[in-house]
């Protein structure tokens, strides 16, 4: 019976910090605001391919670029 209750204690305590994660998990998502593609290449980062083609950011490295080779 003590492998039991055991068991028990075990499941009680995983649901008792699963619920709140579950109950609140709308509260927990990160919503960023809104921002234009000008701003985004102000900060350093360069729009890929075009901005008429947006499709990512590209960060150019500040020095020279190493070919990856060790």
Do not use: K, N
């Amino acid at each position: 019976m003590r492998p039991m209750r055991t068991i028990i204690s075990i499941a009680i305590a995983c649901l008792a910090l699963l619920a709140p994660l579950f109950l609140w998990q709308d509260r927990l998502l990160y919503f960023p605001e809104r921002t234009t593609l000008q701003q985004m290449a102000s900060v350093g980062l360069r729009l890929w391919p075009s901005a008429q083609d947006f499709r990512g950011l590209l960060a150019e490295p500040a020095g020279a670029a190493h070919d990856g080779d060790f």
